[in-house]
Nanobody
Framework: VQLVESGGGLVQAGGSLRLSCAAS????????LSWVRQAPGKGLEWVAA????????IYATSVKGRFTISRDNAKNTVYLQMNSLKPEDTAVYYC????????????WGQGTQVTVSS
């Protein structure tokens, strides 16, 4: 699976962005997908995951209630709607595929930069 993220940018605190993760080369319908981020100078932080059918979803505590993960298997795309953004959400955001939500990550995208100004 080849993954391509888009939708990042610069936004003020309190604003919103929607990230997309589009798959090419093969369908994502059989995979779980996660969003993972890396803030400047920090390690990877898992953000959210969605199972292949979209019926099971989990979030990191740091984003729960503000971020929403969803998927459209017909479009081979997973989304991350980010609301009430904070400066600490500034990071490069990656999507990654998994066999299930608890499996190791397989393919990763190249990432998209999100910058939240205060």
């Amino acid at each position: 699976v080849q993954l391509v993220e888009s939708g990042g940018g610069l936004v003020q605190a309190g604003g919103s962005l929607r990230l997309s993760c589009a798959a090419s080369a093969s369908a994502i319908s059989g995979y779980a997908l996660s969003w993972v981020r890396q803030a400047p100078g920090k390690g990877l932080e898992w953000v959210a995951a969605i199972e292949s059918g979209g019926d099971e979803i989990i979030y990191a505590t740091s984003v729960k209630g503000r971020f929403t993960i969803s998927r459209d298997n017909a479009k081979n795309t997973v989304y991350l709607q980010m609301n009430s953004l904070k400066p600490e959400d500034t990071a490069v955001y990656y999507c990654a595929e998994q066999a299930t939500m608890t499996s190791n990550f397989g393919s990763w995208g190249q990432g998209t930069q999100v910058t939240v100004s205060s």
